[in-house]
């Protein structure tokens, strides 16, 4: 995702608010931690990622993400020994567009949250005055694909995986999420994960 890609498509005036819909096309900053972060995937060397068995998995799966939801684009991302950083940007078009510059998302950002999981709000909940789901309503299948479902697909496919590997794996059950609110911020975020394993040991995820 380039810069100017970010700027013209998924820009948004906004800090994170409670209630705010997973499912319509924003960029997210991810993370995802191991089980009492345990260095499952990999270890640092040098100021190199290198990744063990499950981190091979995990890092597979990741790039795997946009050819199981065609309506995700999946920017900079790297695992590191104990957790997952990654940008995801939701990018749906058509009967699937649920783009967050509507009334709804303007009325109701209010604030940062770091609750990592509120689940979406189906749009029918939301007033009359807003129509979503194109010409299938809000039966759409695609109202639905948020956030939450392509973090507990990729977190499921790689517990299936490394189970082959190593039975004791397990993820932390929560993730935490971020929304991207501006080009600056895109960037410094993607300088982040990029100097992740360089700065390793001052990593708040840093342990032994």
Not at 22 to 34: L, V
Not at 83 to 105: E, L, P, R, S
Request: aromatic share 12%; glycine share 6%.
């Amino acid at each position: 995702m380039t810069t100017e890609k970010y700027k013209n498509k998924y820009r948004i005036q906004s800090n994170r608010l409670q209630g705010w819909n997973y499912g319509c096309n924003s960029a997210y900053f991810i993370t995802i931690c191991t089980h009492r972060r345990e260095l499952f995937l990999g270890r640092v060397e040098n100021g190199k990622m290198q990744l063990s068995g499950i981190g091979l998995l995990a890092n597979r799966i990741w790039v795997e993400i946009s050819n199981h939801f065609p309506f995700v684009e999946s920017d900079n991302f790297v695992i590191m020994p104990n957790h997952v950083h990654g940008i995801i940007a939701i990018n749906k078009t058509g009967d699937g567009n649920y783009d967050c510059d509507d009334q709804y998302c303007r009325n109701a950002i209010n604030r940062v949250s770091t609750i990592p999981t509120i689940p979406t709000i189906p749009m029918e909940t939301i007033g009359s005055k807003i129509q979503r789901g194109g010409i299938t309503g809000n039966k759409n299948p695609m109202l639905y694909k948020n956030l939450a479902t392509i973090i507990r697909w990729y977190k499921g496919r790689v517990s299936f995986e490394s189970h082959k590997i190593q039975p004791y794996f397990k993820w932390q059950s929560n993730y935490h999420d971020h929304i991207i609110r501006n080009e600056v911020e895109y960037i410094r975020i993607k300088k982040y994960i990029i100097n992740n394993p360089l700065n390793w040991k001052e990593d708040k995820f840093f342990h032994l």
